[in-house]
């Protein structure tokens, strides 16, 4: 008889917070248990280990410093390591700060103090030391660099500096060992402490102390920890509420504080890279299956192994990207699109719903002052005959709609009385 198989289905955002459950003397993360009718038997992901929440971070050790053992293997790959571009400087001499320019230009608009880039061919976002260390202030305007146009602005109308929001939402995946209470962070970017933990000076003679180096043999569940505290897109702090654990550190288990969905509803609902990471994650947390991990195809220091990726035997796990009915694979045509880290067509569409809404009511308020004007100079009862009110009435209707303005003639001149500016 085969067992049933459960998978857990971790409560909401609010209600997680309500609903922990403590155990020995860690905090565990609610769950409703369902039966699927499938082996092996499910465990908790929240019942191993422990975590840094409402301790104090250990002392960063900074990549420079990795980098003086490891400038042969490791430092020249460094500058373009996929991690460490998370956030990047804005060289105000390169290529990327000249297309910056251009495109705030075209419309308009400049924008000082940009000194640095978060994202890449899907989206980029513009950041600035704010006034707190270890913070950055984000431009609320954004830019599409691929797609059908190239450098296509977002979100100019009203565009302005945003002191918290990095922090809010950003930082716990694009810097480095962020503290929970005032949200800054010990260094920009991913560094070689975020996946690699916090080792100390003995690390030089025993390798075999960091994290997810080959002579630390790192345990599955701890791999999947790691990486999931930035690439699982869908988890909430039972904590604090934001979409990064708290205070995190690699050794820690993550789901002592980041409550996840792992249902298969809720997996069926991604789009297959976001699909794929939740479902590896899950068959070790929740089913103990260690034979597959992200390391099995992915380096810690290039996006993939192409060659690891071929030789893996088939499983359940590649038909999430991949049609297996032929006699050749074929991937499925998908789109990754991000409602957190604001991406891809679906977010790019629902983004011009609401600005189309926000250009409609700025139409409005426009349309409404052009009749407070003509109201004020009393058009309707001065204008020539066949001019008179149902004309100053489609005018009014013409710009509600979306027209441009029509061009107003010079009011007639008022006795004694002063012209007020045209703020149309």
Same mark, same amino acid.
Not at 89 to 118: C, T
Not at 146 to 171: H, I, M, N, Y
């Given at each position: 008889?085969?067992?049933?198989?459960? *998978?857990?289905?971790?409560?909401?955002?609010?209600?997680?917070?309500?609903?922990?459950?403590?155990?020995?003397?860690?905090?565990?993360? +609610?769950?409703?248990?369902?039966?699927?009718?499938?082996?092996?038997?499910?465990?908790?992901?929240?019942?191993?280990?422990?975590?840094?929440?409402?301790?104090?971070?250990?002392?960063?050790?900074?990549?420079?410093?990795?980098?003086?053992?490891?400038?042969?293997?490791?430092?020249?790959?460094?500058?373009?390591?996929?991690?460490?571009?998370?956030?990047?400087?804005?060289?105000?001499?390169?290529?990327?700060?000249?297309?910056?320019?251009?495109?705030?230009?075209?419309?308009?608009?400049?924008?000082?103090?940009?000194?640095?880039?978060?994202?890449?061919?899907?989206?980029?976002?513009?950041?600035?030391?704010?006034?707190?260390?270890?913070?950055?202030?984000?431009?609320?305007?954004?830019?599409?660099?691929?797609?059908?146009?190239?450098?296509?602005?977002?979100?100019?109308?009203?565009?302005?500096?945003?002191?918290?929001?990095?922090?809010?939402?950003?930082?716990?995946?694009?810097?480095?060992?962020?503290?929970?209470?005032?949200?800054?962070?010990?260094?920009?970017?991913?560094?070689?402490?975020?996946?690699?933990?916090?080792?100390?000076?003995?690390?030089? +003679?025993?390798?075999?102390?960091?994290?997810?180096?080959?002579?630390?043999?790192?345990?599955?569940?701890?791999?999947?920890?790691?990486?999931?505290?930035?690439?699982?897109?869908?988890?909430?702090?039972?904590?604090?509420?934001?979409?990064? +654990?708290?205070?995190?550190?690699?050794?820690?288990?993550?789901?002592?504080?980041?409550?996840?969905?792992?249902?298969?509803?809720?997996?069926?609902?991604?789009?297959?890279?976001?699909?794929?990471?939740?479902?590896?994650?899950? *068959?070790?947390?929740?089913?103990?299956?260690?034979?597959?991990?992200?390391?099995?195809?992915?380096?810690?220091?290039?996006?993939?192994?192409?060659?690891?990726?071929?030789?893996?035997?088939?499983?359940?796990?590649?038909?999430?990207?991949?049609?297996?009915?032929?006699?050749?694979?074929?991937?499925?045509?998908?789109?990754?699109?991000?409602?957190?880290?604001?991406?891809?067509?679906?977010?790019?569409?629902?983004?011009?719903?609401?600005?189309?809404?926000?250009?409609?009511?700025?139409?409005?308020?426009?349309?409404?002052?052009?009749?407070?004007?003509?109201?004020?100079?009393?058009?309707?009862?001065?204008?020539?005959?066949?001019?008179?009110?149902?004309?100053?009435?489609?005018?009014?209707?013409?710009?509600?709609?979306?027209?441009?303005?029509?061009?107003?003639?010079?009011?007639?001149?008022?006795?004694?009385?002063?012209?007020?500016?045209?703020?149309?």
């Amino acid at each position: 008889m085969v067992a049933p198989r459960t *998978s857990i289905v971790l409560v909401s955002r609010w209600s997680c917070l309500s609903a922990l459950l403590v155990l020995g003397s860690g905090a565990l993360l +609610a769950a409703r248990v369902e039966a699927q009718g499938r082996a092996p038997a499910a465990e908790h992901p929240a019942s191993w280990g422990d975590s840094h929440v409402g301790d104090p971070l250990p002392t960063l050790v900074e990549s420079d410093d990795c980098l003086f053992c490891h400038r042969r293997d490791i430092g020249p790959i460094w500058p373009d390591d996929v991690h460490r571009q998370s956030v990047r400087v804005l060289d105000s001499d390169s290529e990327l700060s000249r297309f910056v320019r251009s495109r705030f230009a075209a419309v308009g608009q400049g924008f000082e103090g940009i000194s640095a880039v978060m994202g890449g061919e899907r989206m980029l976002h513009f950041l600035r030391p704010n006034d707190q260390p270890g913070q950055f202030s984000m431009l609320s305007a954004a830019v599409v660099p691929g797609g059908d146009r190239p450098g296509q602005l977002v979100r100019t109308e009203g565009a302005r500096w945003q002191g918290s929001l990095f922090g809010r939402r950003c930082a716990g995946c694009h810097s480095t060992a962020v503290e929970t209470s005032s949200m800054a962070f010990s260094a920009p970017s991913i560094e070689c402490y975020s996946c690699h933990g916090a080792v100390d000076g003995s690390h030089a +003679a025993d390798p075999a102390s960091a994290l997810l180096a080959e002579a630390n043999k790192t345990p599955a569940r701890v791999v999947a920890s790691i990486c999931g505290q930035c690439h699982i897109r869908s988890g909430v702090s039972a904590t604090t509420g934001r979409p990064y +654990a708290n205070h995190f550190v690699p050794g820690d288990n993550l789901f002592r504080d980041l409550a996840v969905n792992f249902s298969d509803e809720a997996l069926a609902a991604k789009n297959p890279i976001d699909r794929h990471v939740l479902h590896n994650i899950r *068959s070790i947390v929740i089913y103990g299956e260690e034979n597959i991990t992200c390391l099995t195809c992915h380096s810690t220091h290039s996006p993939s192994l192409v060659g690891r990726h071929a030789g893996l035997q088939a499983n359940a796990m590649c038909d999430i990207c991949h049609d297996r009915s032929g006699d050749r694979w074929s991937l499925f045509e998908f789109e990754v699109s991000s409602d957190h880290c604001e991406y891809g067509s679906e977010w790019l569409a629902a983004e011009a719903v609401r600005a189309a809404a926000a250009e409609l009511r700025r139409r409005e308020l426009e349309a409404e002052q052009l009749q407070a004007f003509l109201e004020f100079f009393q058009v309707s009862t001065d204008v020539g005959e066949g001019e008179g009110e149902e004309d100053v009435a489609a005018e009014a209707e013409d710009v509600a709609v979306g027209q441009d303005l029509p061009e107003v003639e010079e009011a007639p001149e008022v006795q004694e009385a002063e012209e007020p500016p045209n703020d149309r």
